[in-house]
Nanobody, 122 residues
């Protein structure tokens, strides 16, 4: 069973930066690529960013392009989401997910982390 463990959430002020981490317990081709999603209260999870196994392909939601960067340390099986210029509207629970390929489609990810909360104050 592949487990994803997230860390790094917290409370910050607008304009601050925060980096989330996601560690994948067991390397497998079924979990080669990693996506980041976030969920606002009462809403479905929305795509934030995704990256492939080699790190050469990364895609982003328009709302975070230029502010968020995803990267990975393949040797450590850890993926990062560096968030800068945070806004109050970025407040959400952030999830990492793993699947075969980087995609914006939530249903294409087979494994999910437990989520970590990010709160951005004005």
């Amino acid at each position: 069973q592949v487990r994803l463990t997230e860390s790094g959430g917290g409370s910050v002020q607008a304009g601050d930066s925060l980096t989330l981490s996601c560690t994948v317990s067991t390397p497998t081709t079924r979990a080669d690529s990693t996506g980041w999603f976030r969920q606002f209260p009462g809403k479905e999870r929305e795509f934030v960013a995704a990256i492939n196994y080699g790190g050469g392909v990364a895609i982003y939601a328009e709302s975070v392009t230029g502010r968020f960067t995803t990267s990975r340390d393949t040797m450590a099986n850890t993926i990062y989401l560096q968030m800068t210029s945070l806004k109050p509207e970025d407040t959400a629970v952030y999830f990492c997910a793993a699947g075969r390929a980087p995609t914006r489609v939530r249903e294409r990810y087979e494994f999910w982390g437990q989520g970590t909360r990010v709160t951005v104050s004005p």
